[in-house]
């Protein structure tokens, strides 16, 4: 899969994790470690991937076999290029700040547990090579193969690696995450079962999410990840399907959701009906430079909801996806690197000033709790050229930053 599991965007790049049939694996089969026999599977599932997408392959698909090693030893190799210890530091920050995070963890160990634990294939731009893990039941490894062509299909359609590494927004990065899973998961299913139309059976779809969460849950490393974590690595398979399931459904199913037509923030991920009517999120800037900032970047209307759910204590089952009325507009946040610890200064536009006052008198408010020992907080209403805003800041005390709080400005979209 082409993963850039977000924790905002904690890899850009091909990374890998696991789809699996929920309890559909027949486990009498022996795993697949024969190279012919992947490739053979590569070759005969071909056909029914080009008729699920209505998409053609223009050159074939090549695939390989990797053990388990290889597969620890790339993403080892991925995180070092994608996710380098400056950049992972300003993660960590970021997300300790807001509470998501708990300051012993190592974001870089979990993420490699994390992905070696999910891994049974991937899709690698790079080297436009599909490569599986030849230890997987055969009807898993069967559904993974379908997934990952349809990577591999895109790829032909659009320049992945380009896509994934954009920088400077990471919820828009994450949308257009979850249009390439969310096709990829529902057009590999469609290739499992031809004979069905998956779109026309919605109680199909949510008995697969149900599985797709309870898989997940049964493995170690997933479980026992916080929250952010967990909720990045199931968004864009559920979220993105249930955005493709909607496209399908629309007067657009004709066309793919590509080049202009990509969404370009989560809230569009999860508010189908807005994106249909053209809402596009609003576009903050700082207005200067500045020197001493640690990481820059968009946490966006998903992670907002899964601060919001960590805030408000949600069970750790709660579906982060179902329908609430957040009311995000745009955001933009810095992180300061400062003698007495790491400073965030986070601005916020808002839909109206019911979403704003909600936020403000709910999360905002709560946000107190989780203030580290020797900070201050402070979350003021404010106005974007007109429209209603909040200024978040977390921060030392002593912290100099404090009398002069950098400004931003609405700016056009990318």
């Known amino acids: 899969m082409v993963s850039n599991v977000r924790a905002a965007g904690l890899i850009r790049g091909a990374l890998v994790a696991a789809l699996l049939l929920g309890g559909a694996a027949c486990r009498g089969r022996p795993p697949m470690n024969n ?19 209505g998409l053609t392959f223009k050159t074939p698909p090549r695939a390989a076999v990797r053990t388990h090693d290889q597969v620890r030893a790339y993403l080892m190799a991925k995180l070092d290029q994608e996710l380098p210890p400056e950049k992972a530091r300003g993660l960590q920050a970021t997300y300790r700040l807001l509470g998501l995070l708990p300051d012993s963890l190592d974001l870089r160990a979990l993420l490699l547990d994390l992905f070696t634990e999910q891994v049974v294939g ?43 590494r954009q920088s400077g927004d990471n919820d828009r990065l994450t949308a257009a995450q979850s249009i390439l899973e969310g096709q990829a998961t529902l057009s590999g299913l469609q290739v499992m079962v031809p004979d069905q139309n998956l779109f026309a059976m919605p109680e199909f779809w949510e008995t697969y999410r149900d599985q797709f969460r309870k898989q997940q849950a049964e ?15 199931i968004f864009p398979y559920l979220a993105g399907a249930d955005f493709i399931r909607w496209w399908r459904g629309s007067e657009l199913r004709d066309t793919q959701p590509y080049g202009p037509r990509m969404p370009v923030s989560t809230e569009q991920i999860l508010n189908p009906h807005r994106y249909g009517r053209g809402d596009q999120p609003i576009t ?21 909801r899964v601060l919001v759910a960590e805030l408000n204590n949600l069970a750790p089952t709660a579906e982060i996806g179902t329908p609430l009325a957040l009311g995000w507009g745009g955001d933009r946040f810095r992180v300061y690197e400062t003698p007495d610890g790491p400073a965030m200064l986070w601005y916020i536009a808002w839909d109206d000033t019911t979403a704003r006052t909600r936020f403000e008198g709910g ?17 003021k209403p404010i106005a974007l050229g007109g429209m209603p805003a909040t200024r978040v800041v977390i921060a030392p005390q002593p912290w100099a930053g404090w009398r002069h709080l950098a400004p931003v400005v609405i700016s056009q979209p990318q």
């Open 363 to 379: 999360a905002g408010t709560r946000l107190e709790a989780r203030r580290p020992l020797g900070y201050r907080l402070e979350v």
């Open 122 to 164: 991937y899709y690698e731009p790079d080297s436009t090579m599909l490569f599986v893990v030849p230890t997987a039941d055969y009807t898993i490894l069967k559904t993974v193969v379908a997934h990952e062509l349809v990577h591999a299909l895109q790829h032909q359609y659009l320049d992945l690696d380009s896509l994934m």
């Open 35 to 53: 190279p012919d026999k992947v490739t053979f599977l590569v070759d005969s599932l071909r056909p029914a991937v080009e008729r699920a997408t």
């Open 284 to 304: 903050l800037r700082f207005a200067a430079e500045e020197s001493g900032i640690l990481y820059e970047d968009v946490l966006g209307e998903f992670e907002m």
């Open 219 to 233: 493995m170690p490393v997933f479980t026992k990840a916080p929250r952010l974590l967990r909720e990045s690595i």
